[in-house]
T-cell receptor, first 115, second 110 residues
């Protein structure tokens, strides 16, 4: 089956620094990748949708200058949390889908803790 | 607007008892409905989708357009069914993402 990986699995950083999270589709070409954020005991909140080679589409209320998304290849998308603050601490999950596919495959998530 | 509602945060049942996890949705067109499951310390994975009309691990879900519901059912719960269950919806226009409900934690008691 299709596998999506994320790196790192967890990261702790100081307030004000930037953190990059990678999402890779290991055995398929992901024309579309999605980034979600999950708060404790809450549902997954869609942050943005990215198509390979084009700018990401951000959901309302998500700051595109703070959460930089790059989908430079068919197997890699990155989410960079810039100038991180403690309130950015969360669980970030990526999901990938191939062209014409119906199923979204999910990565294991990255837990970010900003001190 | 798309919306998925799962009214129960937690559902506890005894082993062997029937299970029904409720899901209602709001969407103006004809959506695609899914159930995802997340076992402890594992990633989200697809359980089933309405277009397949299949039974996975004994679970079934029927899309009721009149009631805008997609409840997940299993006649006899097993301990290994304990997990977090998310109902999700995807619109049928373009490259739309999944929108999730808040999830229901199922606890099957031995």
């Amino acid at each position: 089956g299709a596998v999506v990986s994320q790196h790192p699995s967890r990261v702790i950083c100081k307030s004000g620094t930037s953190v990059k999270i990678e999402c890779r589709s290991l055995d398929f070409q992901a024309t579309t990748m999605f980034w979600y954020r999950q708060f404790p005991k809450k549902s997954l909140m869609l942050m943005a949708t990215s198509n390979e080679g084009s700018k990401a589409t951000y959901e309302q209320g998500v700051e595109k200058d703070k959460f930089l998304i790059n989908h430079a290849s068919l197997t890699l998308s990155t989410l960079t949390v810039t100038s991180a603050h403690p309130e950015d601490s969360s669980f970030y999950i990526c999901s990938a889908r191939h062209l014409g596919g119906e199923t979204q495959y999910f990565g294991p998530g990255t837990r970010l803790l900003v001190l | 607007a798309q919306r998925v509602t799962q009214p129960e945060k937690l559902l506890s049942v005894f082993k062997g008892a029937p299970v029904e996890l409720k899901c209602n949705y709001s969407y103006s067109g004809s959506p695609e409905l899914f159930w995802y499951v997340q076992y402890s310390r594992q990633r989200l994975q697809l359980l089933l989708r309405h277009i397949s009309r299949e039974s996975i691990k004994g679970f079934t879900a029927d899309l009721n357009k009149g009631e805008t519901s997609f409840h997940l059912k299993k006649p006899f719960a097993q301990e290994e069914d304990s997990a977090m269950y998310y109902c999700a919806l995807r619109g049928n226009s373009g490259n739309t993402p999944l929108v999730f409900g808040k999830g229901t934690r199922l606890s099957v008691i031995a």
